[in-house]
């Protein structure tokens, strides 16, 4: 099989001609200091797995800092600026202010050469929505671009897509507008106030998913670590993620495409809530030792081969600090627990910054003795 149909027969919850082996993004810090400056492209090929590259423009606002993502961002009734704070390029703090005809929101971002990440959050009160509803501008979708570096992979592997937002579920993104505390605390004190807004941001979802009709995914992810049940109660997840994925993955469906639905954290008690939303797969089965609250095989029992699977692998005990035996341990453990009967992905359960290339080389090579 080629890496292409070996992915897309587990995503089908098939067995291939044996376990496929990848990871869930490359981050630019890990391909500059560990990978001598590679693409995502030339890192699969060198380290020997099979090839998942995810496209990602445009990004969320949250990660807004360069002259061009303020232009592209921008309108005249949604003008973006920025202020840095702190140069430190260890604790980078920039502050945002987005003005529209009717108000003002900011918010505060902080950054070191691995990742982004909010300080302060652009929704403060409660009537800060009616701006967001009514000035936040939906990017289009380069469908160009897809097409180009879909047909670059070609069968040595799959073109991950996003649906718009800083993250893709309507709750995973507002908990990136709203403090979520603040945001868990509303849904027992003004839930109909957390569904507008949840109504809100899907609006602007449907509205892009409506512009990827032609695009090249493979599989499009959704979801994000605000709907883990290390965060939410299934109760919450149930009523405010539910049904809004569902609708989502609904419209992606209508278009073709196949999704990957993201818990980067637990995923006990949820079980059937993801698999009720209607997604082709779920990641990243967190295991235990890296902040997830069961272990793969145990969410494995429970999804009972209703969904594809991806992910399990810790990606700092196991990748980044463990040697090759526990290496080897770890993926054919995960072979006979969670891989056997096919429907699965080998990956690391997310992204890692630090993790020697020789590791990854030994973990690509491990998973090709897992033959079906």
Known sequence: MTPKERLLTAINRGKPDRLPVTIHQWQPYHL??????MSDIEAFRATGMDMAIQYLDPVGMFCTSSANDIRRWSTPDWRQSIEVADPNPENFIVNHTITTPEGVLTFQTGAN???TWLTEHMIKHDEDIRLIEKYMPVPELNIGETVELYDRIGDEGILRGYVWGDQAGAWQHAACLVDPQELIVATFEKPDWVHELLGILMEKK???IEGMKGAKFDLVETGGGSGSSTLISPDIHAEFCTPYDREMHDALHALGFRIAYHTCGGTKGIE????????DASETMAPVSIGGNQEPWEYKEKIAGRIALIGGVDQFGVLTSGDAALIRKTVHELFEKVGGDGGYICAASDHFFDAPKENLITFAQTVKECVY
Not at 32 to 37: R, V
Not at 272 to 279: E, K
């Open 32 to 37: 500059a200091t560990y990978m001598g400056g």
């Open 113 to 115: 050469p691995k990742t």
């Open 272 to 279: 059937d809530l993801i698999v009720a939303n209607g997604a």
């Open 206 to 208: 449907l509205r892009f």
